[in-house]
C-alpha cells in the first residue's frame, strides 16, 4: 500500500536499534518487487514507471530472410535469428506450450536468457473452459461470463505467452518497425496466429500496445535488456472492472500469466479484472479508460459518483495514517479500513489492506489478530499476486511467529 515508505522509516525511527536493524532487512514494502508491469496502456504500476528508460535504438535496415517454412510438425527448436534491424530479431519456436508456439522480437543476448526462463517450467496444459463461456456484452464486445458459481480462489486461465517484444524495441517509431511486426503472424502456427490477430488494436503493435503486458523475465535489469512486452490472448478476453472479481498476474517460472477468482463470483456473472488504479477518483479512472480505451467504465462504482469517492478519500486517508507508526490511530481506525474496502466493492483486491491491517494488528501486540489477518492476506495475495510476490513471504512469516516479527508492539513502546 502507497503510505509504507513513510511506515518503514518511521518505524525503523522510533524503534530500539535491534528493531531498526532487522526492518532494513524485512522492509519489504520500501522497496516492491515487480515481477510483472501492464504495458501501455495498463501502465498502472508506479513501481513500473520507474524503470530506466530504454537505450537508444540502432536504425540499421533489416535483414531479409526467405517466408517462413510451412511446418507441419512442430518440434519443440528455436529457429530465426536471421530477421533483424539493428540488435533486435525475430525468433519462433512452433513447439512451445504443446505447439501453440511463441515469436520473440528481442536481442541475441536476451534470448538466452528468454530460453532458460521459458523452459523452466513445463507450459501447462489449457484449463478447462466450462466455468465460463464467451458472450457479447452491450458496449464492451466479447466477455467471459460465468456459467456455474465460482469460489474465490479458483483458477480461471493459465495463458503462456504468443509474442514477447523487447521493450527497447516496442519504442522504435512504428514506421520503422513494421517490418518487422509484420512477420510475426506468419511465424505462428494457426491457432496462435488467430489468437493473436483476433484482439482490440489492429496492426500487431496496436494489438502489443493494447494488450500486453510489460514482463521483467530477469537477469540484466539495470541495463534494461530483459524487460519484455508479453502477449497473453487468454488474459485479454477479461473485461474491466473498477471492482474487480478476478486478478491475474505472471508466474515467475515460466512465464506463465494466471487469473484466478479473487472472489465469489456468482452464475451469470461476468468475469472482470481492473485495468487501472482501484483506488484512483472515478474521474480519474474513467478518464483513464477513456483515452486509453476508447470507453467510459460504466460500472456500479463509476455509477455510485461521489458516494465512491468520498469512501474512495476516507480508504486513502486511513491508508496513510496506518502506513506512519507516528501517526495517532486506534483498533478502530483498522476495522473501519476493512469495512470500507468491502463497502466500496473492493472485495476482490483485499491483498493489501489485509497486510496493512496485519502488521497494525502486530503493533498494537494482538497476537490472533495478527495471525488471522496475516492469513487471510496470504490466502488473498496468493490468488491476486501469485506465490512470488513479496508480501505472500512477509505474511507466510508474521502468521508463523507474530511475537519474532519487527513490528510486534512497536505502537505500544
Known amino acids: 500500500m502507497k503510505g509504507f515508505v513513510a511506515f518503514t522509516s518511521a518505524l525503523a525511527a522510533g524503534l530500539v536499534s535491534a528493531d531498526a536493524t532487522l526492518l532494513t532487512q524485512q522492509a519489504w514494502r520500501t522497496h516492491p518487487v515487480v515481477d510483472a508491469c501492464p504495458s501501455t496502456p495498463l501502465l498502472t504500476n508506479p513501481a513500473c514507471q520507474r524503470w530506466p528508460p530504454p537505450p537508444a535504438a540502432s536504425h540499421a535496415p533489416p535483414v531479409a530472410q526467405a517466408p517462413p517454412q510451412n511446418i507441419t510438425s512442430h518440434p519443440y527448436e528455436w529457429r530465426g535469428g536471421t530477421q533483424c534491424i539493428g540488435p533486435y530479431c525475430l525468433y519462433h519456436n512452433r513447439g512451445y506450450a504443446h505447439s501453440r508456439g511463441i515469436v520473440l522480437l528481442t536481442t541475441a543476448p536476451a534470448l538466452a536468457h528468454l530460453k532458460h526462463t521459458l523452459a523452466a517450467a513445463p507450459p501447462p496444459a489449457p484449463l478447462p473452459e466450462s466455468l465460463f463461456a464467451a458472450v457479447d456484452m452491450p458496449g464492451k464486445g466479447v466477455g467471459l461470463v460465468a456459467q456455474a458459481p465460482i469460489p474465490a480462489g479458483t483458477p480461471l486461465i493459465a495463458s503462456p505467452p504468443v509474442l514477447l517484444v523487447h521493450r527497447a524495441f516496442f519504442e522504435r517509431p512504428p514506421a520503422d518497425a513494421a517490418v518487422l511486426y509484420d512477420q510475426i503472424p506468419a511465424l ?39 524487460h519484455h512486452f508479453g502477449v497473453f490472448p487468454a488474459i485479454s478476453r477479461l473485461n474491466h472492472d473498477c471492482g474487480p472479481n478476478a486478478a491475474a498476474w505472471t508466474d515467475k517460472t515460466g512465464l506463465v500469466h494466471r487469473a484466478f477468482a479473487s472472489k465469489d463470483i456468482a452464475a451469470g456473472e461476468e468475469i472482470s479484472i481492473s485495468y487501472v488504479d482501484a483506488l484512483a477518483p472515478r474521474a480519474e479512472r474513467r478518464a483513464r479508460m477513456a483515452g486509453s480505451w476508447g470507453f467510459e467504465c460504466g460500472c456500479r462504482r463509476c455509477a455510485a459518483g461521489d458516494e465512491s469517492d468520498a469512501r474512495v478519500a476516507e480508504i486513502k486517508a486511513l491508508e496513510a495514517r496506518l502506513g506512519d507508526v507516528a501517526a495517532k490511530v486506534t483498533m478502530g481506525d483498522i476495522e ?61 512469516e508474521l502468521a508463523k511467529a507474530p511475537k519474532e516479527h519487527f513490528t510486534w508492539r512497536g505502537r505500544v513502546r
Open 188 to 226: 505462428l502456427p494457426a491457432a496462435a496466429r488467430r489468437a493473436l490477430l483476433r484482439q482490440m488494436g489492429g496492426s500487431v503493435r496496436g494489438i502489443v500496445a493494447t494488450n500486453a503486458f510489460q514482463v521483467d523475465v530477469g537477469g540484466d535489469v539495470a541495463g534494461g535488456h530483459h
Open 336 to 396: 473501519r479500513y476493512l469495512e470500507l474496502m468491502k463497502e466500496e466493492g473492493l472485495e476482490g483486491k483485499m491483498a493489501g489492506a489485509y497486510t496493512t491491517a496485519a502488521l497494525n494488528y502486530s503493533l498494537f501486540g494482538k497476537q490472533s489478530l495478527a495471525v488471522r489477518h496475516a492469513r487471510l492476506a496470504l490466502e488473498c495475495g496468493l490468488r491476486e499476486e501469485g506465490p512470488h510476490a513479496a508480501d505472500v513471504a512477509a505474511m507466510r
